[in-house]
């Protein structure tokens, strides 16, 4: 949940105004949206190669994992993770 979610959560469940304090939250929250969006934008596109390097990091750390038993034994199982 958003800091903003949670503050107007946080202020209705008690009956109140909200802060100063989350009032300035939400404020550093919403000047901050065009980072989150690139952010976002960055991750979406290099999806592909941070799943790749991420599955080949977990093979080399957990070998067993693509071993006979493990949960992505094969090639067809080894290619879902």
Request: proline share 4%.
């Amino acid at each position: 949940m958003s800091i903003v979610s949670n503050s107007i959560i946080n202020a209705d469940a008690e009956a109140r105004y909200l802060s100063p304090g989350e009032l300035d939250q939400i404020k550093a929250f919403a000047t901050g949206g065009q980072r989150r969006l690139r952010v976002a934008q960055i991750l979406s596109e290099g999806r592909e190669r941070i799943v790749k390097q991420a599955g080949s990091a977990l093979f080399q750390r957990r070998p067993d994992v693509v071993s006979p038993g493990g949960n992505a034994y094969g090639d067809e199982m080894t290619a879902t993770c």
